[in-house]
Nanobody, 124 residues
Framework: QVQLVESGGGLVQPGGSLRLSCAVS????????IGWVRQAPGKEREGVSC????????YFVDSVKGRFTMSRDNAKNTVYLEMSSLKPEDTAVYYC?????????????????WGQGTQVTVSS
């Protein structure tokens, strides 16, 4: 059974940092593309980043480039999203997701399997 479990969200001040984790079970994370998607209140889901089986990483939102870094630990079957210089507009529920294919979906937000999400709130 495919399971993705996010953790690491919370309340952080503008300019702060957080590291989100997505623990995967039921499949090997290194064999497939896995993405991070966020949904802000009142807005549609937005693809943030995606890592393929060959460790190619895409960032779909211009505003996160240079601030967010996605990575994968094969030994822990876990993917991460390191977020720094956080802004209030980064406030959202962050999900990890996969289609169990080796490529990232166009736009980075259409997947078959989703975690439950973790809330990130950036506020002073």
């Amino acid at each position: 059974q495919v399971q993705l479990v996010e953790s690491g969200g919370g309340l952080v001040q503008p300019g702060g940092s957080l590291r989100l984790s997505c623990a995967v079970s039921g499949f090997t994370a290194a064999d497939y593309a896995i993405g991070w998607v966020r949904q802000a209140p009142g807005k549609e889901r937005e693809g943030v980043s995606c890592i393929t089986d060959t460790h190619t990483i895409q960032y779909f939102v211009d505003s996160v480039k240079g601030r967010f870094t996605m990575s994968r630990d094969n030994a822990k079957n876990t993917v991460y999203l390191e977020m720094s210089s956080l802004k209030p507009e980064d406030t959202a529920v962050y999900y990890c997701a996969t289609d169990r294919t080796t490529t990232c979906p166009l736009g980075g937000f259409v997947y078959a399997h989703w975690g439950q999400g973790t809330q990130v709130t950036v506020s002073s």
